[in-house]
């Protein structure tokens, strides 16, 4: 963590910029599959793992288009679908506050063309992070429940306030009873 308490505007901004690069490289470096990562990584369920990332306070346009570009230089499948609210394409979550109908969009895409998946017909899993009271997260588990109904199944979910675990799925009356 980095204390920005004192620094400078300009220095704050700096600290996010370069957090927002490091994050994603890392989260690329555990997901794009290279000769290093089936050497380094241990992957204990054997599945390719397709992320969708949206951005949240102190993420700048820029930000978003960075990542998505990186993304495609670092070899991941879907890089437009990496990350949403990307200034060219689409409604800004930010402004109009619509990125879970996106986030669904995009996970339909994934789960048809990457994983070879049918999830109107095929149970899967979904860890979020983002809690029922969350606009985001509220508002994704509301749909994913109303486009999949059972196949869909939270097997942890995680927020500033708590966590939920369960291999076998959360029950889907108490998630969407906690969505506010």
């Not at 890392?26 to 054997?46: A, N």
């Not at 063309?113 to 095929?122: A, E, I």
């Not at 809690?131 to 509301?142: R, S």
Request: proline share 4%.
């Amino acid at each position: 963590l980095v204390d920005t308490i004192g620094l400078s505007k300009g220095g704050k901004d700096f600290v996010m910029r370069k957090s927002v690069k490091a994050f994603t490289d890392t989260i690329l470096d555990l997901v794009v599959d290279t000769e290093e990562t089936r050497k380094e990584i241990v992957d204990f369920h054997g599945k390719k793992e397709v992320l969708y990332l949206g951005p949240d306070e102190q993420v700048i346009p820029e930000d978003i288009n960075w990542v998505i570009q990186r993304a495609a230089k670092r070899g991941y499948d879907t890089p437009a679908a990496f990350m949403s609210s990307k200034p060219r394409a689409g409604i800004n979550h930010k402004q109009y506050g619509v990125t879970s109908e996106g986030v669904n969009v995009y996970l339909d895409v994934a789960l048809k063309h990457v994983l070879g998946k049918d999830p109107k017909q095929d149970s899967f899993t979904i860890k979020m992070t983002g809690g029922p009271d969350g606009d985001v997260a509220g508002n994704e588990l509301k749909i994913l429940h109303r486009e999949y109904g059972d196949n869909a199944k939270i097997v942890g979910i995680a927020d500033h306030s708590g966590c939920a675990e369960d291999p076998d799925g959360l029950n889907w009356d108490e998630l969407l009873r906690l969505v506010t």
